[in-house]
């Protein structure tokens, strides 16, 4: 079978490498120690980690009294955080998922470090609900289960419920998804490694993997299954978490076009993560033959695209607000951009909506520097975001007398800082001990290459 | 019981479907051909049916689907009947979130789940068959010698053309494959013995 | 090994289908007139016209949308059959007429275009506002129920209607807080400029696609991405806009965010199953020899998947404004959903949802022609319905459905099909210049 690609077409994986060659750089991480480079951030990491443990313990043990919130601000930084890390994992899915299914062969050098990005930010959004519950070790009292207390069900119409369902169908099957893509690499370390510690754990991971046809084809099947699934899923997740907003009577929170909106803007700031996270990993594991220039510039563009249909819904909620002619609507959004908060609003904006209009420019997406910088800015704006829909549609409600601001206490900043020390302790964990490369599929995207006749 | 089969080892994607592919048009016993990812192209040339996990997981998501669905209406209207919110109790709207998740999870997770059965991948399992070097950058195709002309010798020839760099005899016990079936089954294999 | 060769080969247009669209059209406008002079029968008229207008620009929008797409994405399978999208954008000077139409029938249409106070309306004198029961829209300051609306249809004519109606629009102040959008000047000024944006930026990339043919100059591919580029950013916001002001407005107190991608997700799905179809009636009469069954499958996917965002988004849509049950907003499925269409609504989701989901979730039937065929037809019928179901419930308490509903659409199809089919009778079937054609004559799943 011989393929018939485009001149337009460019190289995945650059460097003409063989097969053993590229088991061998992918798995070069975790043969050896780690860099000082990696000892450094692993340090700052779990120092963030160990002081949101600390933060967490604290707000435990003394109760949710110690956030900043008030009456009229009953929601604020906690659901904002769980908001954003719940985005963030979107990116990753996309691109185990999506562009799987549009077969965009670019995705194979960095799915698998982007999923495992998915399930590390779920764990960290999940940390908040938990937090929030005052009594964490009750938490399975939201599941539906007969119990000796009636029974007394959770209420399936609040969109909290839905939230639990969603979360946790979102964690496994990500989870699911990301361990069946590994069993093949496992397997190929199992057969590399000499080590005869690493020879069993991998041996007892991969299950028995032998690289049968007869087990691939069904294995395929079944990814691929998975990836139809997980398509919906991701756009199922963030819109169930818009609808924790857009279900309620609050102007600024009850819109409609909440569901796909949330999603446009999960994807998009999970795409300025992912390019936040790859262009560090490029750089300390030295990977640049993998995660070339061209997926980052691909990446910029999907950030372009996302962050301008963020644009657009900023753009189409501020002119319905008007449209409707409800003073109330029409307040909350003047409101939001020449209000207290103003600043956070234009922060988003100019984050979320300017700044990815510079990677219209190929010059600036083919910058690795600049494209890194702007990430950032896109990390923040989604934060932003975030705490800009949430606070200031509460904190100036129908009733004067009830407007007043917001502030987090030092606790709230503490155990976001921590949550990003758990996600990097997490992510710099998971480049050393498993392939942060989809070794199988790698291969078959360079095997086009790989006829004996005709050497490229 | 013990059988002989012919082992090709390939260092190529071209190779290994074009071989195959000689393979079964000239009547031989495939018995399973190993690879370090999935070729694309495989089952077509070893004559494998589309495989029916398709089936599995639109089967699983139904029932987590009607699961939820009856699982919530059960909750709301039966059990505990309440007016929360100024709902109907069947607010069926409200249900399609949780009812949608169930049959994703339920679909994926099944599907997992019966991909390891059907495949008997589990955890200390010991790999069935397993050849050197096709996790890693071999292709093996793997014959049934049934006959006294197919041994590695007669064959080297026939895979000549492929680029073959090895053709060897295995003798492994008690190997059983679902032979002309052009079934999706795995290769069932009890007890291994290699040399 | 060899790359496939590929003959320029343009269809034949046939006599018969040529003469078969002309009567279509000629019944279209009978229809039209007919409905027309029929006793208070303009709004009923208008109303199919806005809807068959719609469909024909989500059709013709959907054809440019695909194709600059395709070019943003670097899609190299869908190239064989490209032609078939150019060849439905062609229909998208037939919406200047159709535009015309609707602004002709705007007062009818939509009530913000009436004048709201008495000094206004004594500058129009003459306009449908006081011809007799013409206009059946009566506005209140919240949300207006269509029963009220019907009573004042049924009542033509009569005097006491018409000042009661005048009272209330005078006191309209939500109307008048939008006056600026809502406004016939700025809404022909919007007009002109949708459908320049539009018909520019469509043909650019067709021409450019067919210049390819002649002098195969990759160029041409990178000047269509460029274009395409441009257009995306602009048809999002046209789009979103005009899905407003076509469709949104004609109840000018409702409102919903998602209502431009509820547009979109229909003009996705619907454009997607008319190129499937063309597609399809074309390799039956012996073209397109090349595309199999795998373009088909990819087809299906996206059909697949396309009609699931539509049902996601009207889901959204709708079970967001029933969960907050807030009075601005709930009324307009309190007519569609409690009222007279409860039937059609459901059925809506069963054609554009239900029926395509199932038909193409196993892998033979998107493989499958026949199936192929049949789905796309029931997707552009639930097309129609879906539009008629967010245009009629404004002005009819009850659905009415009838031989002007069917001949005016009928106009619609037949003006769509003779432009699409001229065209196709013009340019080669294949974009035999792409870079990307040898990937799509040899795709495979």
Known sequence: MSAHYSPLRVKLVEGNKSLGQITDEICRPMNRLPSKSWWLAFLVAFSALMMGIGAITYQVLVGIGTWGLNTSVGWAFDITNFVFWIGIGHAGTLISAILFLFRQKWRTSINRSAEAMTLFAVMCAGLFPLIHMGRPWLAFWVGPYPNTRGSLWPNPRSPLLWDVFAISTYFLVSAGFWYVGLIPDLATIRDKSTSKIKKFIFGVLSLGWNGSNRIWSRYETVYMLLAGLATPLVLSVHSIVSMDFATSVIPGWHTTIFPPYFVAGAVFSGFGMVLTLMIIARKVLNLHEYITTTHIERMCKIALLTGSMVGLAYGTEFFIAWYSGSIYERFTFLNRAFGPFAWAYWIMVSCNVITPQLFWFKKLRTNVKWVFIISIFINIGMWFERFVIIVTSLHRDYLPSNWTGYVPTKIEVMTLIGVFGLFFTLFLIFCRVLPMISIGEVKSVVSYANTRNKEH | MSQTYVVAYFEHEDDILGATRKSRESGHTIVDVFTPYAVHGMDEAMGLRFSRMTWVCFIFGMLGALGAVFGQMYITMVDWPAVIGGKPLNSLPAYIPITFECAVLFGGLGSIVVLFARSKLFPFKKPDFLLPSVTNDKFALVLKADSATITAKDLQPFFADFGATHIEERLEDTLTVAEGAPGSGPVHQTETTHH | MSDAHVEN?????????????????????????????????????????????????????????????????????????????????????????????????????????????????????????????????????????????????????????????????????????????????????????????????????????????????????????????????????????????????????????????????????????????????????????????????????????????????????????????????????????????????????????????????????????????????????????????????????????????????????????????????????????????????????
């Open chain 3, 9 to 445: 080969v343009t269809y034949k247009t046939s006599p018969r289908m040529k003469n078969a669209a002309i009567a279509m059209i000629v019944i279209g406008a009978i229809t039209f007139l007919w409905q027309y002079f029929q006793e208070a029968g303009e709004l009923r008229a208008f109303a199919n016209v806005l809807v068959s207008h719609f469909y024909l620009l989500t059709l013709a929008l959907g054809g440019a949308f695909w194709i600059a797409l395709q070019y943003v994405a670097g899609a190299g399978w869908s190239v064989v059959v490209r032609r078939i999208p150019e060849a439905m954008t062609k229909a998208l000077p037939i919406t200047i007429v159709t535009t015309i139409v609707v602004v002709l029938g705007m007062s009818y249409l939509y009530s913000w275009s009436l004048p709201r106070h008495p000094s206004e309306a004594a500058h129009e004198e003459g306009g449908a506002a006081t011809e007799g029961g013409s206009s059946p829209l009566m506005v209140s300051p919240v949300y207006s129920a269509p029963a009220h609306k019907s009573e004042a249809h049924e009542k033509t004519g009569s005097a006491e209607g018409e000042e009661s109606a005048d009272e209330l629009r005078a006191a309209d102040e939500i109307l008048d807080s939008k006056s600026w959008w809502l406004s016939k000047n700025f809404f022909y000024v919007r007009m002109v400029l949708y459908l320049l944006i539009w018909i520019g930026l469509a043909n650019l990339l067709v021409k450019n696609s067919r210049k390819q043919d002649m002098d195969k100059n990759v160029s041409h591919t990178k000047a269509n991405l460029k274009v395409s580029s441009i257009f995306l950013p602009l048809f999002g916001l046209s789009f979103s806009a005009a899905s407003v002001d076509f469709i949104m407005s004609v109840e000018p107190h409702w409102f919903s965010t998602i209502f431009g991608v509820y547009c979109f997700a229909g003009l996705f799905v619907s454009s997607l199953a008319m190129i499937t179809m063309i597609t399809i009636l074309l390799k039956r009469r012996g073209y397109l020899t090349f595309v199999n069954e795998e373009h088909f499958q990819d087809l299906g996917k996206l059909m697949f998947g396309m009609s699931t965002f539509w049902a996601y988004i009207w889901f959204s849509q709708f079970m967001l404004i029933w969960y907050s049950n807030m009075p601005e907003e709930v009324g307009y499925y309190e007519v569609r959903f409690n009222g007279e269409y409860r039937f059609l609504f459901f059925l809506n989701v069963g054609v554009n949802w239900v029926l395509p989901f199932f038909a193409l979730l196993p892998r033979p039937n998107k493989r499958n022609m026949n199936i192929m065929f049949a789905t796309s037809a029931v997707i552009l019928v639930g097309h129609w319905l879906d539009l008629y179901l967010m245009v009629f419930p404004a002005y009819y308490s009850a659905p009415v459905f009838g031989w002007t509903e069917i001949g005016i659409f009928l106009g619609a199809i037949g003006m769509f099909v003779l432009a699409t089919f001229t065209y196709l009778g013009k340019a080669n079937l294949v974009p035999s210049g792409d870079p990307y054609l040898q990937e799509s004559l040899h795709h495979h799943q």
